[in-house]
């Protein structure tokens, strides 16, 4: 299961495939079904779970009332609780086949999103910092106390996996919009394509690019859109196609922020992912999201979140905060930023809706 939301699936197999479903005794994401097998319980815990849309986020429970409408049993999900809880200890055969001691706990984990923001630090106890991933995908996570959806479904509303929740808005096609250009360009190398791109003034010289090469999903929520440069001339050059590609996926994230903003603002975000590379692509960021910005030093990820998920778990911490203390990676300032990408998105969001009621018509 992710964030996407799982539980339309389970209705649709149950619809269509009834024997099938007859035969399902429990479903579990993934991590989970993992834990399983080397456990033999059946849990999971609160950032994946928020995730299915089986789950009450506010009450932290699996919503009966919709599983009941739906004709689906509580029964089929597994135990709720918290990410650093240990949900079991690890079964001899395992135990024997990886070298540990039967017995060694496991813990329940957390999402991908919400583990890699604990790996960053990113969490209740630092509150208004955010992270910023330009990965394939471009992913804004912005940590909160208290349950705050958007009322337009525009962003995502998750646990985290710190006990409080977080806000998530992704870009689909980040990294992966400059990815796709430089196959188009074989004969130079991406280096070559961001020295052209940063000889290019600001705004390409009125050319857009709009990242939707995967559809979109925030704040739009519409897998049939397509992705476009929109303002194409005589005058354009390859240096101005990857300078548009910049902006337009920094401007697509300054939408995403946009949104979030109305709910809680961010005091600062840590820059994470390949793209952080780019002094370039972060001082376009940094103007698109007027938010100081902060490269992280050191290995960061998902499994680092999960590994102190495992300490506090395991012990070697009393609480999450004091783990989160101990591991904190170094950051440093993005101090080069362009203020003004700013004035790029208006421009931006009328070539976007005119996009979206193009396809939102075919």
């Not at 250009?181 to 961001?194: D, K, M």
């Not at 979030?260 to 793209?275: E, N, P, Y």
């Not at 783990?323 to 003004?340: H, K, M, Q, S």
Request: glycine share 12%.
């Amino acid at each position: 299961m992710s964030e996407r939301g799982e539980l339309p699936k389970i209705v649709w197999l149950k619809r269509k495939h009834p024997d099938l479903f007859r035969r399902v005794y429990k479903v579990l994401l993934p991590k989970d079904y993992l834990g399983f097998l080397l456990t033999g319980n059946w849990a999971t815990e609160y950032s994946d779970a928020s995730g299915t849309g089986a789950m009450a986020i506010r009450e932290r429970l699996w919503d009966e009332e919709l599983l009941r409408a739906l004709g689906l049993a509580v029964s089929l999900l597994p135990d709720l609780g918290e990410s650093h809880r240990v949900v079991g200890g690890l079964r001899p055969e395992w135990a024997r086949a990886v070298g540990l001691r039967a017995g060694t706990p496991v813990v329940a984990g957390a999402g991908d999103n919400a583990a890699a923001a604990i790996g960053l630090g990113v969490s209740r106890y630092r509150p208004g910092t955010g992270s910023v991933s330009l990965g394939t995908s471009g992913v804004i996570f912005l940590p909160l106390e208290a349950p705050l959806p958007d009322p337009e479904g525009r962003i995502h509303l998750f646990c985290h996996a710190d006990g409080a929740y977080h806000l998530l808005g992704v870009t689909l096609s980040a990294a992966g919009s400059l990815e796709w250009l430089r196959r188009i360009f074989p004969e130079v190398s991406l280096e070559e394509l961001l020295a052209e791109a940063e000889k290019v003034p600001l705004g390409a010289q009125g050319l857009y690019f709009l990242p939707f090469l995967a559809g979109e999903r925030s704040p739009y929520l519409e897998p049939a859109l397509r992705g476009a440069w929109l303002g194409l001339s005589l005058a354009h050059e390859r240096g101005h196609l990857v300078r548009a590609v910049l902006e337009g996926v920094a401007l697509s994230l300054g939408v995403v922020y946009e949104v979030m903003r109305s709910l809680s603002q961010a005091k600062a975000f840590l820059v994470t992912g390949g793209g952080s590379a780019s002094s370039l692509w972060l001082s376009l960021l940094g103007g698109a999201l007027q938010v100081p910005l902060y490269r992280v030093v050191g290995e960061e990820g998902a499994a680092r979140g999960a590994a102190i998920l495992a300490m506090v778990g395991g012990g070697v911490y009393p609480d999450l905060e004091a783990a989160l203390a101990a591991t904190r990676l170094p950051e440093v300032a993005v101090t080069e930023v362009n203020p003004g990408v700013r004035q790029l998105l208006p421009g931006y969001e009328a070539w976007a809706s005119l996009l979206l009621e193009r396809y939102r018509r075919s």
